[in-house]
């Protein structure tokens, strides 16, 4: 079994940064590829961003300029960095993986396997 834990969440203000870390454990794994999605209260999750083993990166438009995925493939990590932070940011960030390729979409969450548990970004106004 594969476990991810993500890291760095916390509390920050309009304009500020953040980032967040997943780690995975557990069995050999070599994820296909990583991503992040987000649930903001009373929302559906959304993708944020992902990230394939290759290096292919793919963005949600309202993150694009603003947050920037990074991978480990020898750490088993993947990383979000988080800038220029809006209340509209707030939400439960979740690290999700797959080490198989799929036909879903990146975006998809189906088209992942493997969840963290959650770590929660607020930011104030």
């Known amino acids: 079994q594969v476990q991810l834990v993500e890291s760095g969440g916390g509390l920050v203000q309009t304009g500020g940064s953040l980032r967040l870390s997943c780690a995975a454990s557990g069995r050999t794994f070599s994820p296909y590829v990583r991503a992040w999605f987000r649930q903001a209260p009373g929302k559906e999750r959304e993708f944020v961003a992902a990230?394939?083993?290759?290096?292919?990166?793919y963005y949600s438009d309202s993150v694009k300029g603003r947050f920037t995925i990074s991978g480990d493939n020898a750490k088993n990590t993947v990383s979000l960095q988080m800038n220029s932070l809006t209340p509209d940011d707030t939400a439960v960030y979740y690290c999700?993986?797959?080490?198989?390729?799929?036909?879903?979409?990146?975006?998809?969450?189906?088209?992942?396997?493997?969840w963290g548990q959650g770590t929660q970004v607020t930011v104030s106004s």
């Open positions: 990230i394939r083993s290759g290096g292919s990166i």
């Open positions: 999700a993986a797959d080490d198989r390729p799929s036909s879903r979409s990146y975006s998809s969450l189906q088209r992942y396997a493997y």
